[in-house]
């Protein structure tokens, strides 16, 4: 990253207590974790518990909380202390979040096709799989379930919402930390959120010239 985009982001005063609860979100293998890291070395708070431990799919880490799966059965008293933190949120739960509470999403989105191939390959080193699902038939669910949720979102008046494409971010990363700065509210190390970008895991590639 060069300098001038260095000099344009003024260190801004560290928020007041009320700070929302930042979310990191999007469908399996969009490029959450590597938010959660991103956050993290910008000097954000993270929510997690360490329990899945990074492997092959995942060398960083996953950055998971257990009891965010616990959110649809009521599992609410945690996010009282997460205030100023982020924590990762899969799609699917965003909608059980308590409305009591402010949010602010970051939105990852990434190519279908390179989120259907990176979970494939993540299932089978499991020793798993999708069963007899097509490829076309779970971008068709996938598609229908973004739609749902985004449509959902924008009627929260206690949510906000920044996309972030994971395709995008990591082959110009300058543009979209920038407005990750912006719409956390300044006091970000910038430099270290670019560190964190590690291109040799971008394994799921589109070919172009197809």
């Excluded at 979100?25 to 969009?30: A, F, I, N």
């Excluded at 202390?81 to 909608?95: C, R």
């Excluded at 798993?128 to 971008?139: K, R």
């Amino acid at each position: 990253m060069n300098a001038n985009f260095f000099s344009r982001v003024m260190k801004q005063p560290p928020s007041s207590p009320d700070q929302p609860i930042y979310i990191i979100s999007g469908l399996p293998r969009s490029g959450t974790s590597m938010m959660m890291k991103m956050l993290e070395a910008g000097g954000i708070p993270v929510v997690t518990d360490h329990l899945r431990v990074a492997d092959e799919s995942n060398p960083n880490g996953y950055y998971e909380f257990e009891r965010v799966k616990k959110l649809k059965d009521g599992d609410f008293d945690w996010l009282k202390d997460a205030s100023g933190h982020s924590v990762k949120v899969i799609s699917a739960l965003l909608e059980y979040l308590p409305p009591q509470y402010q949010y602010q999403v970051i939105f990852m989105r990434r190519e279908m096709n390179e989120i259907l191939a990176s979970q494939k390959q993540m299932l089978a080193q499991r020793g798993e799989s999708l069963g007899n699902v097509s490829d076309s038939e779970m971008a068709k669910l996938f598609a229908k379930h973004l739609e749902h949720v985004q449509g959902w979102l924008a009627r929260q008046s206690n949510f906000k919402v920044l996309s972030i494409n994971y395709n995008a971010i990591l082959l110009e990363p300058q543009p979209d930390i920038l407005r990750i700065y912006e719409f956390i509210g300044g006091n970000l190390n910038i430099e270290a959120m670019a560190q964190v970008l590690d291109k040799s895991l971008y394994r799921q590639r589109i070919d172009s010239s197809k």
